[in-house]
């Protein structure tokens, strides 16, 4: 299952993950970064780098924060910049 990126990340948006990323499946959604489900290679490498602790594999997500592995699954990625092309 895709990791996925949580409130935490919201107005912090720090590219350590982004630049880890093989497969540059985090992508620039505004005010957060969000991970494509299905580029996703469970790889792990953007969960440590993380310096707020957003990012959760999918199926560790705490229940209060569910809501953004639902919102990642239904965004529309073709209308999102990839992140590494942003900062």
Known sequence: ????????????????CVAVCPVDCIYDAGDQYVINPEE????????????????????????DLRDYARKAAELDYSKLAPGWGVN
Do not use: F, H, L, R
Not at 40 to 63: F, K, L, R, T
């Open 1 to 16: 299952m895709a990791y996925v990126i949580t409130e935490a990340c919201i107005g912090t948006k720090n590219t350590a």
């Open 40 to 63: 996703c290679i469970d790889c792990s490498m953007c969960m440590p780098q993380c310096p707020v602790e957003a990012i959760y594999p999918g199926d560790e997500v705490p229940e």
